[in-house]
């Protein structure tokens, strides 16, 4: 059969290969649906975070029924250029970790493809980050702020479908236009994205100004394109899970900053904070972790707690080995149940405030609410500020305790 010129023309130059030849290439490498299929056709997906989703956190995430998990984010270049200590930094699995996802950013087809050949072994997929809304990612030029530029994009998720023994995925912002949001969504299929995920948010949604998702832009995706699809937005609780699927028609619900709160949320269970903690933190003596890892993630399971605790906020900034996070659970843990009515607690009737939002007591995993009026910066950050500024004014106290004890040795 005679292609038409005008479907010839086209066709991108960065498209050196036919669909034909890519599967001759890979003859089993898995597509689409056949890919979703095989790891388990997952409705439950655990978001790629930076610092946020290493292994000891998909590890706790699986235990409740995450059913796939994505890697942080991991700058391409960066991870093809450092030396063997950062790649297992970066990129830490084992036997038990799958299905799983390698997310990447970047900005240099040659460069990704690179980095992506490293972790072929042990991923299921390759996912290119084109959502991350942060301001490095503006200065390193990656994540949404490749919007703009199709080509570039294109010839990213390209590179690797031509190239790469495992599946290319993407995970994708939307545009305010929903038009405009599809037509990118079947450009980054055709580039040869086997999966997509959708976070419903424009790019400058995020913060103060995170606000709601928007499903309709997913369903209009979801219902354009042939591959499987992701949403990602709005999940607070466990019931938002089957609504989202029923609004949107996605075969997959992905969560980030509610997870990160509440890491049983795929379960439905509701549980108190110093359980999740606890597990985690057994976890970790198992799973080498980074100590900042450990510190955002008691940070955030605490995030209620740590206000009314104010001095063991100060001995969890302060804690420097993996004894004294681990001492830090334990003492947290005390005084909660010293004050929690555990016993009266009852998950099933929770009374709801204004906007609907169930009033959880401060020990129980719950989500993150972001309200317009929390200007600054989030909760968590701040009280990490505000942390910081304890620890550094107790360490000012001491230097002139010294100071004044050095001045009176030399008058003596």
């Known amino acids: 059969m005679t292609i038409p010129v005008k479907t ?30 095989k790891i388990g056709s997952p409705k439950l997906v655990v978001a790629p975070m930076v610092d946020q989703s290493e292994l000891a956190w998909r590890i706790l995430s699986r235990r409740y029924n995450a059913q796939l998990c994505y890697t942080p984010m991991i700058n391409a270049k960066l991870f093809y ?31 990704l493809l690179n980095a992506a050949k490293l972790v072929v072994e042990g991923a299921d997929a390759v996912d290119l980050n084109l959502g991350c809304p942060q301001n490095i990612a503006k200065r390193g030029h990656y994540g949404s702020y490749l919007m703009e530029d199709w080509d570039l994009i294109s010839k990213l998720i390209r590179k690797l479908h031509e190239n790469l023994e495992i599946p290319v995925t993407a995970k994708i912002r939307v545009y305010p236009d929903v038009e405009k949001t599809v037509e990118y969504a079947k450009m980054v299929e055709a580039a040869g994205a086997q999966m997509i995920t959708v976070h419903g948010r424009l790019r400058d949604q995020r913060g103060h100004k995170t606000g709601l998702a928007d499903w309709a832009k997913i369903r209009a995706v979801k219902e354009a394109v042939n591959v499987p699809v992701f949403a990602n937005g709005n999940i607070l609780y466990y019931e938002d899970i089957q609504r989202c699927i029923e609004e949107t028609g996605v075969d997959g619900v992905m969560s980030a900053e509610t ?41 955030k399971l605490f995030r209620n707690s740590l206000p009314v605790h104010t001095d063991l906020r100060q001995q969890l900034v302060a804690a420097e080995t993996l004894e004294d996070y681990d001492q830090f659970t334990k003492d947290i843990e005390t005084r909660l149940i010293e004050e929690a009515n ?71």
């Open 8 to 37: 010839l023309a086209a066709i991108p130059e960065h498209f050196t290969m036919t669909e034909d030849e890519i599967r001759s290439k890979f003859p089993t490498r898995l597509c689409g649906y056949d890919l979703y299929r």
């Open 81 to 111: 250029q450092a030396n063997k200590g950062y790649i297992k930094e970066q990129w830490q699995t084992n036997d038990n970790d799958r299905p799983v996802i390698v997310q990447f950013c970047a900005n240099d087809p040659d460069m």
């Open 259 to 299: 997870n990160l709160y509440n890491p049983a949320l795929f379960s439905g269970k509701i549980l108190p904070t110093w359980k999740l903690a606890t597990e985690y933190m057994e976890i970790c003596q198992q799973v080498p972790t980074k100590f900042s890892y450990i510190r955002g993630h008691l940070f």
């Open 342 to 412: 555990v016993s009266s607690f009852d998950p099933d009737h929770i009374e709801k405030d204004e906007h609907g939002y169930r009033k959880y007591p401060h020990w129980i995993c719950q989500p993150a609410l972001r309200f317009e009026h929390d200007k600054q910066r989030s909760h968590t950050k701040r009280l990490l500020n505000e942390a910081e500024a304890d620890k550094q004014k107790n360490n000012n106290t001491i230097n002139e305790n010294t100071d004044s004890k050095r001045l009176k040795s030399t008058a003596i």
